[in-house]
């Protein structure tokens, strides 16, 4: 009698562990408002922005426009990732670079700048109204 409630209790234990790690296949359908494809194209405009005051810039140089030229076609030749942009601000041309969402983009590429224009620093350009 012993033997058979121990055959008994392992067969149930089998019987248990092979349904208890038993798997069923299914399907997953995702369901979500259509508006948030309309959300998601609405932020990639406004990332895009170049001329968002929250992102923060790179001042390569200021001076006269000569000086300028030269500059921007030499930052473009060292620095292919950040285009630079020329500004006027009477009575200098200014060589503007980047357009970094955080102060710590920013800083790892003034990093990466100043080994080649020192004199380069981080700012926001002022809203325009």
């Given at each position: 009698?012993n033997?058979?409630i ?6 149930c234990i089998?019987?248990?562990i092979?349904?208890s790690?038993?798997?069923?296949q ?5 369901r ?7 959300l998601?194209e609405?932020k ?7 001329n968002?005051s929250?992102r ?7 001076g006269?426009r ?9 930052f473009s030749?060292?620095?292919?990732d950040?285009?630079p942009t020329?500004?006027?601000?009477t009575?200098?041309?200014k060589i ?5 969402r ?8 003034l990093?990466?700048i100043k080994?080649k224009?020192?004199s380069?620093?981080i700012?926001?350009p002022k809203?325009?109204?």
């Amino acid at each position: 009698m012993n033997l058979k409630i121990s055959i008994l209790t392992v067969f149930c234990i089998i019987l248990s562990i092979t349904e208890s790690y038993a798997q069923q296949q299914g399907s997953v359908v995702i369901r979500q408002d259509k508006k948030i494809d309309d959300l998601l194209e609405l932020k990639k405009e406004m990332n895009k922005n170049e001329n968002d005051s929250e992102r923060y810039k790179i001042q390569v140089y200021s001076g006269n426009r000569v000086g300028a030229q030269n500059v921007e076609k030499e930052f473009s030749q060292s620095f292919g990732d950040w285009k630079p942009t020329m500004e006027y601000e009477t009575p200098n041309f200014k060589i503007w670079a980047g357009n970094f969402r955080t102060r710590l983009e920013a800083d790892r590429a003034l990093d990466k700048i100043k080994k080649k224009f020192p004199s380069a620093f981080i700012f926001k350009p002022k809203k325009i109204m």
